[in-house]
C-alpha cells in the first residue's frame, strides 16, 4: 500500500469518526435553543406576575386608605403643616 492509500484511508477513518461527534454537536445546539426558548418564556412570565403583585400592593394601599378615611382620621392632621413647597 503505498503512502497516498494509507493516507485515503486515515482520511475515511477520521471523516467516520468525526460523523458521531457532529451529531452531538447539532443535538447539543438544539437543545440549547429550546432551554433558551424555554428561559424566555419564564423571564416573560415572571414579568407578569410581578406587575400583577405590584398591582396588589397598589389595591392594598389604596384599601387602606379608604379605611382610614372612614374612621375621619384625616381630622387629626388638619392641624399639621404640610412639608414641601406649598
Do not use: C, Y
Not at 6 to 21: F, H, I, K, R, T
Not at 55 to 63: C, G, Q, R, S, W
Request: glycine share 6%.
Amino acid at each position: 500500500m503505498s503512502f497516498d492509500g494509507v493516507a485515503n484511508v486515515a482520511s475515511l477513518v477520521g471523516a467516520v469518526l468525526a460523523v458521531p461527534s457532529l451529531v452531538q454537536i447539532f443535538r447539543t445546539k438544539r437543545v440549547a435553543d429550546e432551554v433558551n426558548a424555554r428561559v424566555s418564556s419564564v423571564e416573560s412570565k415572571l414579568a407578569k406576575l410581578s406587575a400583577v403583585d405590584a398591582l396588589t400592593a397598589v389595591v392594598a394601599e389604596l384599601d387602606e386608605i379608604k379605611h382610614l378615611h372612614r374612621l375621619g382620621v384625616w381630622t387629626i392632621l388638619q392641624g399639621v403643616p404640610r412639608s414641601g413647597g406649598d
